[in-house]
């Protein structure tokens, strides 16, 4: 399943296939980035440590 980041608060929404339309922490309309780990480095975590909210 895909995890889901709020770009402005940095909550993150999972597991669903698509975000939602605003932020349940924030209620802000907001870019939601994909965070899911693909990579062996996450080591089973289901979130990429490396993607950090850009504000």
């Given at each position: 399943m895909t995890s889901w980041m709020c770009d402005k608060c940095g909550?993150?929404?999972?597991p669903v296939t698509t975000p939602p339309e605003k932020c349940p922490?924030?209620?802000?309309?907001c870019s939601f980035v994909d965070n899911s780990c693909?990579?062996?480095d996450c080591a089973?975590?289901?979130?990429?440590?490396?993607i950090k909210k850009d504000k």
């Open positions: 909550y993150i929404h999972e922490s924030c209620k802000s309309e693909y990579t062996p089973g975590k289901p979130n990429d440590p490396q």
